[in-house]
């Protein structure tokens, strides 16, 4: 299919984009970041320095689910949801 697991791209997007007052951010409550991806990033010396920072500016829980390359059949969607 091409194109990798980018990892860092989402998380830099996060950093320059989310978690501001005009995105609806509250500076009184805790921000959590979870990341969802189909695998390792092609990048993870990129990946781990844009997890650090959004981590470091943004978020007090960032977390990372990584799902299994699959195809999504009808009656693997029935049994999952």
């Known amino acids: 299919m091409g194109g990798g697991t980018n990892t860092h791209k989402p998380l830099q997007y996060v950093k320059r984009s989310m978690f501001t007052p005009r ?4 500076p009184d409550k805790r ?3 979870v990341v969802i991806t189909d695998g ?3 990048e993870p010396d990129q990946t781990a ?3 650090q920072a959004v981590s470091q500016q943004f978020v007090s829980h960032l977390g990372s689910i990584e799902l299994p390359s699959f195809t999504w059949t009808r009656e693997y969607k029935q049994e999952v949801f």
């Open 49 to 51: 320095a844009a997890a």
């Open 23 to 26: 995105r609806g951010d509250r």
């Open 40 to 42: 390792q990033s092609y």
């Open 31 to 33: 921000n959590v970041c």
